[in-house]
Every structure is written in structure tokens, then in C-alpha cells.
């Protein structure tokens, strides 16, 4: 570690005297990007005891700082001799600086991390392999192999979930009620179309049954994930042809536009910032199961309770949903106090006094060790019978997404929302689709 | 655009009077009507969607996306009483602080060191500065975005991170072309006899300088200030490249750290605390706009 | 390019330069020439430090990057054109940020314009309320770029909002903007039009300066508002004009803070904010293409400075410095 940390510093004395920053940039990657870096300390250090400071970033809003700052707290309180210093921003402000700070030397010791940026970060040597402080710093007994195998990139685990969520359907009970519709009760897609128009219909066009489902590439995944594909593959290659997203979106076609039987995208645009289903505009939505939290809190008072239901089926008996980590915590490759670094990972990980301070504000936790400390109520409670209940549905987690699947995923709303306003036909939207593929698999 | 013609007719109306009172009485009555009604509502306009932001502060959370209108259904001053809590342990008016006084030295610093640059382009021959001007120039045409990296690594290097040095320095190194450009544009309208005269009598470039051009290029000068000040204020990108330490945010980062799209968004705290923002700058224009109409010294002297 | 301006800034000195008087006869031009060349050097000191300490290094390393494939985590590979070439022959979002681009610069900028010079004219008019005024007019530029802003010009947009309401008036019915792919581009320049609050103050500045005695003397000579507009105020208010003219159309090219916030940084809806600036960024930080990003920011560095030049060139004959125009 000394040596890497004499070369860096050596590095950017001479990257600073040459007035032209090609010599920066290969100070900033040489020393990040290189493997060893990690490798090198070997089994893990163990922690020495001394006074340390550690770095810690995370995203989210007021409400989960305040509950970061709790248990930060508690952490200190238990390791007197560790201080943390933590930072916080919204999500892609977190993003756009730990780029910056990816690019210009000096990520956070302790982060928290998204699962589409996993591989980005850990095959570029960013990460440490937090592997060796398995068992030690960093307790298992709370963890499934299945848990711990989600932050696995190449042979190195980068990351431990810290908790999980599953894709599902929330519905509005009140607004079906008023429309005088069951509950989904289960089916095709083509069943869950027309339960929306149905729901469209009763409510005399106040109440969208919900929004057009192929604009989520979600969606698009668990069908094919029902075939015994995935979206993309561990070598990045996808897993569909032109063809099936042509059939895809064609699909969607009937909830789309003014005339469709989902709630147009022109209305989606008008109550921005602000959701469809949080406003009361649609009666379902396809989404991860932990964002009841948030749409309740747009719905507002008048609003209790929510309905959360399985998608609609692909193929009977299909395991087309996983569990996706929700968030991640991992440590920089960087760091000088991996031990101290590791003790303050499990503690956000594993401490059933951390999951008693935040419920299931970043998900479902994924330790049991963790969820010995809360009580499950209201939501919560629904939330984890929602996942118990689709237990049989839920199948092996696939492969860490692709560096760049951020920018098609967004890519793939986009397009969405362009079939949405009718400024682009299938056709057109598939081939667009698929150079912004070639570009970022081959960048 | 009625105004145009209107503008004129004032001095002319004054003069003649005496002449003829009462039809031209009447006539420069009408006109400052016409040119009062025609502002007021062109305010009204302009200040429409402010008055919005207002009343929405007023509204719950929940409103939002489901009210469009003016008029909050279940009016509530939670949303202020949620903004004065502060954000994790952070008080409010920390976050107030810590812009004012980025702002403030940010301020001082533009001003001094453009209008030396200014000066120096605008009034002093010497080799090179031509060069220097289009390089000046030059630095205003490229998307910053693309510097950010090199300069935070920069930065970085010099242990500045966490630091306000990030934000102040390039300040005071008179970097924003804009206010540079700005101060020459107005150096260029001020007529060379006013500076010749005193360089004439001896005085250096230093004394010129400093009794004789920071005085009449005033309005500039506030100018410059105003927007420096406001434009510091609402500064976002800086801030968050270069601090860590919530308790160091200025006000720009801190308004969006009630919305969190990947869990939940009170958008009633977040419209509460842009209103809130906005008050001490508005007060900063209001105070400081008189003196955009003090600098007319010129005038007398100009023959 | 601006050198041409900075030439006639050494013709002009050279020509106003003071006559021999009686304090300089006894120092020899040689001499003055070196104190004229120690007080500019002394007077631009902070903005060389800062120029080549800050910004040369860094711009002339996005023009290196504009050859190179960087992801920001690996080293910059060298790949020549292919970035360049890839934005002209195979990228039809950069092809439709252009256009949108163009559009709102070119549409944007002379509304926004003569809406800071009426303004700024009417205010100038009377002092009367004139702070009240100014200070209204001035607020919508004070805002910050939060997410505020979106909530607000959404509001006033939709269907049944104010905008809306009032255009029925006069039997225009839109029903929302907002989600109306062709009216967001003009409903961003209307959102650029609302804060130009910048350009009216530098205008008002400006005002300020002309002499009251020459409309007086037009007044003598019987000139009406439109003459006097045109042969006094315009002239004495050129080199204004002329900066808020170059300083409004770079900033145009660069519109980013009110896409990103109104987009929440997709520069949708349907590609329609996705100005140049704000794609470029998202290429750049999104994406993860720093060497693309680069190159677009050394187009439109290429396209604005041949506007700047042209404008610098024209300014010759329509802007009038006092200085050199006794």
C-alpha cells in the first residue's frame, strides 16, 4: 500500500509540472486502475486500534441522512477510536461526483453503491475485494450465499447488499374502488391490458388502469427471463434480437397516445416531478417493491394504503423475478484503513440497531441478522410477505449489469417515451436502440 | 414595445410648458399613465409564476402533481417548519451562512481582479495584450463540463478538496471572461479625454486606475457585483465538485436534498427552501439597484 | 480571431496616445514603452495566474481528450478523427440537439433581446417607482436552477394552467404545452425570454451612460422618438448591444441549467431539451464518453468562435466606442 501511495504522490508532482494534462490523466488511471493495488495487502489487514477517520458518502434525502447520521453515531459510539465523516448528495449528483473523484484520484473510503455501477467501478480496480473481511471484520452468519454472490464481480466481491427488492405491481385500492374493479387479480399481459382498460373505462377516463408497461426495460427483462433468457449476458451480449423488441413495444401499442387505453405521456409530462401513480392518475404500476414508501408519500393523507401485487405472467411457472440488491455498500481500493473500513460496513449491514433506525428505507435488508431488529408493520410487513408470497417465481440473480447498462436502460425510457408521444415508430425506436448498444458494448 | 415612443417625449414636455400649460399638462399625464399601466402590467406577468412559487410553499406535499393551481386546497406552513429543522443535524441558516459568504468573497474577489484585467485591455498598449484578448474571449466559448475533471484534479492535488479555495480562487483570478469583457465594453464607452487629462498631469497608471476609471465605469461595477453575487449564489456545480462536508454546503446543494428519486421527494420542503433562498438575494438586488442608477457622472463631463 | 479587435485596441491607443507634454518630454519613448508594458503585465497579472494556472491547461486537455476514447477509469486511448466522424456521419442525437439547439438561439435570442431593451427603455423612462419595477422585473433571473422551477413552469404550461387560460381568451386553445413535443422548445425560449433580468440591467447600465443634453439638442431639431431611437440611443448604446448581442448568443449555445432542471437531465420529453450543452454532459458523466463529450465541446467552441469572429468584424462598422468616436 506505501508503495502505491509513494507512486501516486510522485505522480501527480509530475503531472503538476507538466503543463499539459495528458500526463494527469495517466497519473489518475495508472494508479486507480491497477489491480495490484488491492491485491497486494493480501489476507486483509486487520485493524490496528489507532485513531482513524473514515470517509463515508451515501445518496438519498433528509429523512435518510438523519438516519445515517443515528447510526453513524452508534458506530462511533461502539469504536471510540474510528471517526466517520460522512457526505451526502441526491443520486445523480452522488453519481457525477464519484466520477469526477473516480477520475481524479480519492473516492470515500466506505460508499454506498448502486448495482448498475458495480461493474463499472470493480473491473476498473476501484473497488476493494472485500473477500478476506468475510467472516472476520465483516459477519456472514446474517447472509445467504445467494446475498453474498450478488456482489460478485469477476472472482471479487466489490459489494455487500445491503438490502433487497423484487419487481411487482403496485395498485391503488381507493381509485379501483371508486371505479368499482377488482384487485388484478393475476394473468397474461394481455390480461393485465385489459384489466387497464377496464379500470380506464369504469372510471370514465379520470383514472388511467395504468401506464404503458413497455417503456420500463424492466418489463422487457422478465419476459425474457421467462423465455430462459437475460437482457444482457455475463459477456455482454444481449439476450433478444430486433425482432423481439419490435414485438415488444408493438405489444404496448394499444396503451399508448391520446386514445390508448394507459395514461398518455402528455399528461406524465405536465405532473413531472411528480409520478402517474402518485398523483392519483393511474390505478397501477409496475415498479421495484420498495417504492411504496415513496408513493405514498406523494399520494399524500388522503391516500393510506396500497395494493402490491405479482406482475403480470409470461410463462406459468416461470422464475422470471430476483432479488436485486437495492443498494450496495463497498470500499474503496484506495483506502488506508480497509479493516476499520470493513468493521463499518458490517456494522451498516448486519447491526439489528441500524435496522431498527431504518426500516425498509433502503429495502428489504437483506441480513436476518439485520431484520432481528425490526418490527415489520404497515408497508414493511407488506413488503416482505409480497416477496415471501412470490417465493417461487424468484430465480437466480442475473449476471452484474454491463458497464453502460445505466445509459441504456435510460436510453430504453427514452424511447418509451417517444413511442409514447407518437415521434418515433417501432421500427425506428429498435434501430435506435440498438447503435446506442453497439456504441456502449464496444466503448 | 409602446414605451419606445413614449420615452422621448419627456423633456421636450417640460420645456414647452410654459408656453402652453394645459394641453401639454394633460399629454405628459397621459403618457406617464400609459407608461405606468403598461409596466404594471408587464409585471404582473413577469412575476406571475413567483407569486405561484410563493403560495406554493403553502401547499402540502401531496398537492403537488394533483393542484396545479394557484391555490393551495389544504393550505399548511409545514413546509417551512420542516425547512428551519435543517437537513441531518445541519441548521438552515448554516447553509445560509456558507453561501453568503462564498457569495460575498466571490464578489470582492470578480470585481477587483476584472476590473484590473479590464483596465489593462481596454487602456493599456502593450505587447501581447492582443493575443490576450482572444484568448480572453476564447475562454468563454467552451462547455465547462469538460474542463471540470482536469481542474478537480488540479484542485485535488493542491489538498484543496473540502476546501472553499476551489470556489474562491479562480475568483480572484479574474477567470470569468464574462466580467472581464463586461468592464472593457464600458471602459471602451468612457471618453479618453477623462483619463488622458490625469495621465497628462502626471498621474500613473495605478492612480488613473483608481480615481479616475473605477469612478465613472460605476454602473459596471454594480453590475458586475450584482451578478456575481447572484450567480455565486445560485452556483451548484462548483460547490458540489469540491465539498464533502454537508456542513460546508451552500444553499443550491441543500435544496435538492429533500427529493430523492429513488425513494421519496417532499417537494413542499423543497419549494419552501427556494423561496427562502431567493429572499436574501432579492434583498441584495433591492438594495443594491439604486446604484446602478448613481452612475451618471459621466454625463456632465461628457461634451 | 478577436484579434482584429485587439489591433484596432493598439491603433486606437496609438492614435489618442498623448501628445508630448511637458511632464513626459524628458522620458524617452523607450522607457515609457517598457512602463506601459509593466503597468499592463501589473494589471493582468491575476488573470495570466489564473489563466495559465487554471484554464489553459485544462482546455488544452479537453482538446487532447477530443482524440481519445475516456471513460473516465482507463486511460485515454488515442483513436484520431473517429469522434469527429462519429458526431457528423452517425449520431442522430446530435444531429437533432443541433437543430433544437439552433432553433433556440437563433428564435431565443433576439426575443430575449429587444425584451431586455424595451424593458429597459421603459424603466429608463421614469424614475418613478423605477426600484420597484427593476427589482420585479429582475427577480425571475434570481431564482436558482432547483427543481422549483421545473414545478413552477410546468404549472404555468399545462393544460388549464395560466398560460393556457389566457391565450383562450383570445380563442387559442393549446391544452398544455408541457406535453406537446413541438411547443417545448418554444416554451423553453419563453422560460430563457422570462429571465432576462442579465441583459436589462446591462442595458439599463448602458442608458445611464447616454447624455440627456443629446436628446435635448434632437428635441431642438424637431427629431421624433423613432429618429432619435435610431441615431442616438443605438450608437451611444452599441457597445452594449454588442456585448449582450455576443454574451446572449454564447450563452444560448451553451443552455444547460434550465434543460437539465426542466428535464430532470433526460432532455426529454422526446429528445426535445436535449440542447447541445446538456447532451454533451450527459455523454460526458452519464455515459462515460469524455473523449465524444470533448469533441462536441470543440465544435461548438469552432462554430461560436466563427460567430464571434464574424460579429467582432461587423462590429467596425455599427459599434461606436466614445472613446475613439469624437
Given at each position: 500500500m506505501v508503495n502505491v501511495h509513494k507512486r501516486r504522490r510522485f505522480m501527480a508532482v509530475v503531472a503538476l509540472t507538466a503543463a499539459s494534462g495528458i500526463a494527469l490523466s495517466a497519473c489518475s488511471s495508472g494508479s486507480d486502475a491497477d489491480p495490484s493495488a488491492s491485491g497486494s495487502s493480501g489476507g486483509g489487514e486487520a485493524a490496528s486500534g489507532e485513531d482513524v477517520t473514515l470517509d463515508f458518502a451515501f445518496w438519498g434525502n433528509d429523512v435518510r441522512a438523519d438516519m445515517y447520521t443515528q447510526s453513524i453515531d452508534l458506530f462511533m459510539e461502539e469504536y471510540p477510536n474510528i471517526t466517520v465523516n460522512s457526505t451526502f448528495l441526491d443520486y445523480p449528483a452522488f453519481w457525477e461526483k464519484r466520477q469526477t473523484e473516480a477520475a481524479g484520484g480519492g473516492l470515500p473510503d466506505v460508499m454506498q453503491f448502486d448495482y448498475s455501477y458495480l461493474r463499472q467501478y470493480s473491473e476498473n480496480g476501484l473497488l476493494l475485494d472485500l473477500a478476506p473481511y468475510l467472516g472476520n471484520e465483516i459477519a456472514t452468519d446474517g447472509l445467504s450465499e445467494q446475498i453474498l454472490g450478488i456482489g460478485v464481480v469477476g472472482d471479487q466481491t466489490t459489494g455487500i447488499a445491503t438490502s433487497t427488492n423484487a419487481w411487482g405491481m403496485y395498485t391503488n385500492p381507493q381509485l379501483l374502488e371508486s371505479a368499482g374493479v377488482e384487485e388484478f387479480g393475476g394473468g397474461s399481459w394481455d390480461d393485465y391490458k385489459s384489466w387497464v382498460a377496464e379500470v380506464t373505462e369504469a372510471s370514465g377516463g379520470e383514472v388511467f388502469g395504468g401506464t404503458d408497461y413497455t417503456g420500463r426495460i424492466q418489463n422487457f427483462e422478465v419476459q425474457l427471463r421467462a423465455e430462459g433468457k437475460n437482457l444482457f449476458n455475463e459477456d455482454g451480449t444481449p439476450g433478444f434480437d430486433e425482432a423481439r423488441l419490435a414485438e415488444f413495444w408493438e405489444s404496448g401499442a394499444d396503451m399508448r397516445g391520446e386514445d390508448g387505453s394507459g395514461i398518455s405521456q402528455q399528461k406524465l409530462e405536465e405532473i413531472y416531478p411528480v409520478s402517474g401513480f402518485g398523483s392519483a392518475l393511474t390505478a397501477s404500476e409496475l415498479t421495484w417493491d420498495n417504492f411504496g414508501a415513496g408513493y405514498l408519500g406523494e399520494l399524500g393523507e388522503s391516500y393510506t394504503e396500497l395494493g402490491l401485487v405479482a406482475p403480470p405472467v409470461t410463462v406459468e411457472g416461470a422464475k422470471d423475478l430476483y432479488l436485486k440488491p437495492s443498494m450496495l455498500h463497498s470500499v474503496s481500493a484506495?483506502?488506508?484503513h480497509p479493516a476499520e473500513a470493513a468493521m463499518l460496513v458490517d456494522f451498516l449491514v448486519n447491526s439489528p440497531e441500524v435496522g431498527a433506525i431504518f426500516g425498509t428505507n433502503r429495502g428489504l435488508p437483506a441480513s436476518t441478522t439485520m431484520q432481528e431488529g425490526m418490527t415489520f408493520e404497515g408497508l414493511d410487513a407488506q413488503i416482505r410477505d409480497y416477496e415471501e408470497s412470490v417465493a417461487d417465481r424468484l430465480g437466480d440473480a442475473p449476471?452484474?449489469?454491463?458497464?453502460g447498462y445505466g445509459t441504456l436502460e435510460e436510453k430504453f425510457r427514452v424511447l418509451g417515451t417517444e413511442l409514447g408521444f407518437g415521434t418515433v415508430t417501432v421500427e425506428d425506436a429498435v434501430s435506435q436502440f440498438f447503435s446506442e448498444m453497439d456504441v456502449v458494448l464496444n466503448s | 414595445m409602446t414605451g419606445r415612443g413614449d420615452v422621448w417625449v419627456k423633456h421636450d414636455s417640460d420645456q414647452e410648458r410654459v408656453v402652453q400649460p394645459r394641453p401639454y399638462w394633460n399629454r405628459k399625464r397621459v403618457t406617464t399613465l400609459i407608461w405606468f399601466v403598461a409596466l404594471a402590467i408587464l409585471t404582473a406577468i413577469v412575476i406571475y409564476p413567483l407569486i405561484w412559487l410563493l403560495f406554493a410553499?403553502?401547499?402540502?406535499?401531496?398537492?403537488?402533481?394533483?393542484n396545479q393551481g394557484l391555490i393551495p386546497d389544504q393550505p399548511t406552513i409545514d413546509n417551512y417548519i420542516k425547512v428551519m429543522d435543517g437537513i441531518a443535524g445541519v441548521p438552515m441558516w448554516r447553509f445560509f451562512a456558507n453561501s453568503a459568504i462564498i457569495a460575498i468573497a466571490a464578489t470582492v474577489g470578480t470585481v477587483l481582479s476584472s476590473a484590473m484585467a479590464a483596465y489593462a485591455f481596454a487602456r493599456i498598449r502593450f505587447k501581447g495584450v492582443g493575443i490576450f484578448f482572444t484568448a480572453m474571449i476564447g475562454t468563454l466559448l467552451l462547455p465547462f463540463h469538460v474542463v471540470i475533471i482536469p481542474q478537480y484534479i488540479m484542485f485535488n492535488k493542491l489538498d484543496m478538496?473540502?476546501?472553499y479555495w476551489p470556489l474562491l480562487l479562480p475568483k480572484f483570478l479574474a477567470t470569468e471572461a464574462f466580467f472581464v469583457f463586461l468592464m472593457v465594453q464600458f471602459m471602451r464607452g468612457i471618453p479618453r479625454e477623462m483619463d488622458e487629462a490625469a495621465r497628462v498631469d502626471g498621474a500613473g497608471h495605478v492612480r488613473t486606475f483608481g480615481s479616475i476609471m473605477l469612478p465613472l465605469i460605476q454602473p459596471a461595477l454594480v453590475t458586475s457585483a450584482i451578478f456575481s453575487f447572484i450567480w455565486t449564489w445560485n452556483d451548484f456545480l462548483a460547490p458540489l465538485m469540491y465539498i464533502t462536508s454537508p456542513e460546508k454546503y451552500p444553499l443550491p446543494i441543500a435544496l435538492r436534498l429533500y427529493n430523492d428519486q429513488t425513494s421519496t421527494s417532499d417537494y413542499g420542503a423543497t419549494v419552501a427552501a427556494s423561496f427562502l433562498a431567493l429572499v436574501p438575494i432579492l434583498l441584495f438586488f433591492l438594495v443594491f439597484q439604486r446604484f446602478l442608477v448613481a452612475g451618471v457622472a459621466t454625463q456632465g463631463l461628457k461634451g | 480571431m478577436v484579434t482584429s479587435t485587439a489591433h484596432r485596441v493598439d491603433e486606437d491607443t496609438r492614435q489618442k496616445?498623448?501628445?508630448?507634454?511637458h511632464a513626459e518630454v524628458a522620458v524617452s519613448q523607450k522607457q515609457r514603452h517598457w512602463r506601459e508594458s509593466l503597468a499592463g503585465y501589473g494589471f493582468l497579472a491575476p488573470w495570466l495566474v489564473g489563466f495559465f494556472g487554471l484554464t489553459l491547461g485544462p482546455m488544452l486537455y479537453s482538446l487532447y481528450l477530443s482524440f481519445t476514447r475516456y471513460n473516465l477509469f482507463q486511460p485515454p486511448q488515442w483513436i484520431g478523427f473517429d469522434n469527429y466522424i462519429r458526431l457528423f456521419t452517425d449520431d442522430p442525437n446530435f444531429t437533432q440537439s443541433v437543430k433544437i439547439t439552433l432553433i433556440y438561439v437563433l428564435v431565443g435570442t433576439p426575443i430575449k433581446l429587444a425584451a431586455a431593451l424595451g424593458v429597459a427603455m421603459l424603466l429608463n423612462y421614469r424614475d418613478r417607482g423605477a426600484g420597484f419595477f427593476r427589482s420585479s422585473f429582475y427577480a425571475p433571473s434570481l431564482i436558482g436552477a432547483s427543481v422549483s422551477v421545473a414545478i413552477v413552469w410546468r404549472a404555468m404550461f399545462s393544460a388549464d394552467g395560466p398560460v393556457d387560460n389566457t391565450l383562450s381568451i383570445f380563442g387559442i386553445t393549446i391544452g398544455g404545452w408541457v406535453g406537446n413535443v413541438a411547443l417545448v422548445v418554444p416554451m423553453m425560449i419563453l422560460l430563457a425570454v422570462w429571465q432576462f433580468g442579465a441583459p436589462m440591467v446591462i442595458f439599463l447600465a448602458g442608458l445611464k451612460q447616454v447624455p440627456r443634453e443629446l436628446y435635448e439638442a434632437a428635441d431642438m431639431d424637431g427629431a421624433g422618438p423613432v429618429k432619435k431611437f435610431r441615431s442616438i440611443t443605438l450608437p451611444m448604446l452599441s457597445s452594449v448591444v454588442f456585448f449582450n448581442l455576443l454574451l446572449e448568443l454564447i450563452g444560448a449555445f451553451q443552455v444547460f441549467s434550465s434543460a437539465y432542471i426542466i428535464s430532470n437531465g433526460t432532455g426529454g420529453p422526446a429528445g426535445m431539451t436535449n440542447f447541445y450543452t446538456l447532451y454533451l454532459y450527459k455523454r460526458a458523466f452519464s455515459d462515460g464518453q469524455m473523449g465524444y463529450a470533448s469533441a462536441m465541446a470543440w465544435v461548438l467552441l469552432i462554430v461560436v468562435a466563427i460567430i464571434a469572429f464574424v460579429l467582432f468584424r461587423t462590429s467596425k462598422s455599427w459599434v461606436h466606442y466614445q472613446g475613439e468616436n469624437r
Open positions: 484506495s483506502t488506508e449476471p452484474v449489469p454491463l458497464v | 410553499t403553502f401547499k402540502p406535499s401531496s398537492e403537488f402533481g394533483q478538496i473540502d476546501t | 496616445a498623448p501628445a508630448p507634454h
